[in-house]
């Protein structure tokens, strides 16, 4: 559908006995495959002996009865999903990646994306290694395996690691004997663990994945923290806990998390909600019908409708078989996906003034064909609500917002954007309300930077990728 996705979603679990871990795996991939639907894998651990399988394509395509049966029991395992930028979806960047080394084998998922992976890289090519893949996660291999030579500990290598690694990351780690979890000082990516009935440890990207292997959620990972899940139980290493200021994004309750997932101690389905009443608040309009763009916009518009007393319907039907839009190479290709996806229910539109409630605009071209079915099947006026502010910056954290010239908002006014859409209004949900909603229990940090430009690390500095355009946001400021 043209939109932002998210591009990682990891899963591990450390069981106190044998067990078919790989079922469990497959359930909690299948429960965070909106993170990402490019590729996907599983590696189950039996007593230090690694079976694994990753592929290109979705969990359910990927893992069929036969390659789950191919897999015996284990104690540890991790899985999983991937979305790629254009270009990288390749077998050798599918994960987890498995590594072997002098100090034994290990597997590793990631979610995020290094600021410094470029000079990293470099760096470790220089000093002989050889990469197979273009993904973060191969360098941070490399640099937990440097760091494992002189520590004590894989779980020691890791936490020295990361005073290298700068930017986003989630890392779900698995060795012959532990289960390890990270996450980046500044805690954008979530990641939490819980425990099953039986005692097995599960850590995920999202508590949707917890839910769906029954296991309870226990707490976030906290920014900074490494935990280790081993016969000892669960341990914390917190030395790189309130080095950095919490900056978990913002996006993941705008649109990446699952609704029915706890993300930082909020649900994100109450967190859309409030961003649909706060809409509703300063963008009142005259309507018959409040409507969302399924399913990002869902919650959103269900708040939009509490807040005005306008009702909610359901004004599209969604084909979810359809594939996401964005794989689709060409304009043509596009529009036509839009209308294969979604198609107007014309008895709640037809004759109706529609408030219509998205997440996003990205490049507007996904909304205006949106706007463009609700026309032809009868609506006579389209107010078009979105429930974040204006992308006017990329993303260098794991989310694939692109650079300042893909994005409408940076390009166009609110005026052009409304016209080239084609609706009779248009409202954003303004940052301050944004941050109003986000800071509502005062105990985290967020990161908004597609929003302002106020990144929470360094930025990138080398060219080569897809973050070749730098912004000068002096110059964009003075522009606006
Ligand atoms: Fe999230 Fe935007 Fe920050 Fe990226 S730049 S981490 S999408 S809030």
């Known amino acids: 559908m043209n939109k932002i996705h998210e591009e990682c979603g990891v899963f591990g679990v450390y069981s106190s006995e044998v067990k078919n871990l790989a079922s469990m795996t497959y359930y909690a991939l299948y429960a965070l495959q909106h993170r990402g639907q490019d590729s996907c894998g599983i590696v189950v651990n039996d007593g230090g002996v690694f079976t694994g399988k990753k592929d290109l394509g979705l969990v359910g395509d990927v893992f069929t009865k036969e390659v789950l049966a191919s897999f015996g029991p284990g104690k540890i395992a991790v899985g999983h999903v ?20 002098v100090k034994g084998t290990m597997a590793l998922g990631f979610n995020g994306s290094l ?55 989630c890392i779900v780690l698995m060795s012959p004997t532990k289960l390890i979890a990270a996450r980046d000082p500044n805690g954008f990516r979530p990641l939490c663990y819980g ?60 649109y990446n998390a699952r609704p029915d997932s706890i993300v930082d101690g909020y649900s994100v389905h109450e967190a859309r909600v409030e961003m649909g009443r706060y809409l509703a608040k300063k963008y009142p309009v005259e309507a018959d019908v409040v409507i969302s763009v399924p399913d990002s916009g869902n919650d959103a518009a269900i708040g939009y409708a509490k807040e005005s007393g306008i009702p909610y319907e359901l004004g ?15 304009q043509k290709d596009r529009e036509d996906q839009v209308r294969k996806k979604l198609n107007p229910i014309s008895s709640v539109v037809n004759g109706k003034r529609v408030v219509m ?76 309300d944004m941050k109003k909603i986000a800071l509502m229990d005062g105990k985290n940090g967020f990161c908004y930077a597609c929003f302002n430009g106020e990144y929470p690390t360094e930025t990138p500095k080398s060219t080569g990728n897809k973050y070749e355009t730098k912004i000068n946001i002096e110059e964009y400021t003075k522009r606006h």
């Open 357 to 432: 409630v998205d997440d996003s605009i990205v490049r507007g071209t996904t909304s205006g064909r949106v706007v463009k079915l609700l026309r032809e099947a009868g609506a006579t006026e389209v107010h078009f609500m979105v429930s974040s502010p204006p992308f006017l910056f990329p993303c260098y954290y794991g989310t694939d917002v692109p650079n300042k010239d893909m994005l409408i908002a940076n390009q166009h006014t609110l005026e052009e954007i409304r016209q080239m859409v084609g609706v009779d209004s248009l409202n954003y949900l303004d940052l301050e």
């Open 82 to 101: 991937r979305a790629g930028v254009k270009g990288s979806v390749t077998h050798a960047n599918a994960q987890p990646l498995v590594v072997n080394h």
């Open 195 to 254: 425990v099953t009935e039986d005692g097995s440890y599960v850590v995920a990207s999202e508590s949707c994945a917890l839910d769906a292997v029954g296991a309870k959620l226990v707490r976030d990972v906290k920014p900074g923290e490494v935990i280790v899940f081993d016969s000892m139980g669960v341990r914390s290493i917190e030395d790189h806990c309130n080095t950095a200021k919490m900056s978990s994004c913002i996006f993941e309750f705008v």
């Open 316 to 330: 599209f039907l969604k084909n979810k078989y359809v594939g996401r839009t964005f794989i689709f190479p060409d």
């Open 115 to 169: 600021v410094n992976k470029n000079e990293l890289r470099t760096e470790l090519e220089l000093q002989g290694s050889i990469f197979h893949s273009t993904a973060d996660t191969e360098v941070i291999a490399y640099e937990i395996i440097k760091a494992r030579l002189n520590a004590p500990s894989i779980e020691r290598a890791v936490t020295n690691a990361m005073d290298k690694l700068k930017g986003a990351y």
